[in-house]
């Protein structure tokens, strides 16, 4: 019997919304590891008040579905300081009001001073941000956030690639995995590369599905 694939509906209204928002796009892309990608999802293209608006309400749906208890939100600069608060919006359009906060690059030293901005950092805290690459940055998030004094309980990305972060045989573990395993903390996306090639297959736009063998061949390449 021919297994069929399990469809999370909000995953694959989520990268329908990529698609036409521009954020998601098909070609040829270098990407951070050097690697030739037949996609790119470059969430600085969400880049007016209603992809934002529908962005964070992308997020709250997801957060609010995996029943993730946390106190507050923190975005790691620069892109995480633009989704913490859109998602914060997102979370008090469903009755979910929490405070949020970023860091700076560069601690002030006049005003109120250091790298932190926003509410206090304290209770259980959850990481926003777009992707997962290494999760270097990931580690330096958590790390700020315990100096503080408080919890960082998950990390909400918008797109997990399940691809390994390292070419190295020895080291065959995503971004993603690296976080959940070696940092504790849970990770939960808005969709995956599997939900970007169920989409493929189900698209009734045959310039989209044109992509499915390339995005396939990628995932066998470099996926974990």
């Keep these: ?24 796009r098909f070609g040829e892309f ?13 969430t600085g293209l969400f880049d007016d008040g209603a992809k934002l608006m529908r962005l964070g309400e992308f997020y709250a749906r997801r957060l609010l579905a995996s029943g993730i208890e946390f106190d507050m939100l923190f975005g790691p600069a620069y892109k995480g300081i633009t989704l913490a608060a859109a998602v914060a919006i ?33 209770g259980r805290v959850l990481i926003i941000d777009d992707v997962i690459t290494d999760g270097a940055s990931k580690r330096e998030a958590a790390d700020m956030i315990r100096a503080a004094g408080a919890t960082p309980v998950g990390v909400a990305i918008t797109m997990d690639r399940q691809e390994r972060a390292s070419d190295d045989p020895a080291n065959r573990r995503s971004g993603v995995q690296y976080v959940e395993q070696e940092l504790g903390l849970q990770v939960l996306s808005i969709a995956t590369l599997a939900d970007l090639m169920q989409f493929l297959a189900t698209t009734g736009d045959a310039t989209l599905a044109a992509n499915t063998e390339r995005v396939a061949a990628y995932r066998t390449r470099y996926g974990i």
């Design 1 to 24: 019997m021919k297994t069929v694939p399990h469809t999370d509906p909000l995953a694959q209204d989520f990268v329908q919304f990529s698609v036409e928002a521009g954020v998601l």
């Design 30 to 42: 270098t990407t951070k590891a050097g690697r030739q990608s037949p996609y790119f999802f470059n």
């Design 90 to 122: 997102g979370l008090a359009k469903h009755g979910k009001s929490v405070p949020y906060a970023y860091n700076r690059k560069e601690a002030k030293d006049h005003g109120e001073g250091g790298t932190l901005v926003g509410a206090p950092v304290k």
